[in-house]
Every structure is written in structure tokens, then in C-alpha cells.
């Protein structure tokens, strides 16, 4: 007999193969699975995900010139960030991208982030302030 926990990660499976299933060969259609996989790895904390959508070689620029370098590096961030906010969520609110090379992509995004600081995190002890 099937419980609510296997019916969610049903649920979790269906999405996630439904991400997979997206053909990526323009910039709209990179987008599209790029926000769908950041979505997911983080309101889902399926942090294994960023293997599957970064090259070895990424750097991503955050928020005041903050570089992450590598995909371990991009990883320990996102789990960072879970960790000091469980209950953490993202919205994509804009995202593009623009050729760079023969099959490489510079992408921008805008999100926003919204939780409860319940867990430690660089700045210190957790607050329980929201994060909008």
C-alpha cells in the first residue's frame, strides 16, 4: 500500500523527469530548464541537482560581486543557504540568456528568495528573522 511519503516522491520523480525531458537547444529553451531546475533544487533541496545543470568549469556571480567557482563551490552554497533557512524557497522572477561561443551560454537571472532563518549560517547564530 502506497503512503503519502512514496506518493511524494512520486511526485518529486515525475518532476523531475519532466525537467530532464526538456530539449535544450536555444537560449529560450536553456532558460526554460535552467529555472526549472533551480526551482526545483531549491524548494525541493534536490541539492545533487547542480551536477546535472552546470559544467565543471562554472562560475556563477552572485549578489556583490560574491563568485562561486566550480560546481562543489555552488553546492556548499545552496546547502548553506538551506541550512540557515529550512524552509527556503526561490522564485525566478526574470531570467535570459545571450550566446557566449559555440554552445556556451551567459545567463542572467533575477529571484528572489523567501524563508525563516532557523539554522546557522556565516553571519551567526540563527535570528528567526524572514528572509523577503
Not at 27 to 39: D, N, P, Q, R, V
Not at 68 to 75: C, F, K, S, W
Not at 93 to 101: D, L, R, V, Y
Request: net charge negative.
Amino acid at each position: 500500500m502506497r503512503t503519502g511519503g512514496f506518493e511524494y516522491a512520486d511526485a518529486l520523480h515525475a518532476h523531475e523527469k519532466a525537467l530532464r525531458a526538456i530539449q535544450v537547444n536555444d537560449a529560450e529553451s536553456l532558460c526554460a530548464y535552467l529555472k526549472g531546475f533551480w526551482e526545483f533544487i531549491y524548494n525541493y533541496k534536490m541539492f545533487n541537482c547542480v551536477y546535472d545543470i552546470y559544467n565543471d568549469n562554472v562560475e556563477v556571480y552572485r549578489e556583490n560581486g560574491f563568485v562561486l567557482e566550480g560546481i562543489p563551490a555552488v553546492e556548499r552554497n545552496i546547502m548553506s543557504m538551506c541550512t540557515a533557512f529550512p524552509d527556503l524557497q526561490v522564485e525566478i522572477a526574470t531570467i535570459f540568456a545571450a550566446p557566449k561561443g559555440k554552445d556556451v551560454y551567459q545567463v542572467w537571472m533575477r529571484y528572489y528568495f523567501t524563508g525563516t532563518n532557523k539554522g546557522p549560517s556565516i553571519y551567526g547564530p540563527p535570528t528567526g528573522l524572514k528572509l523577503e
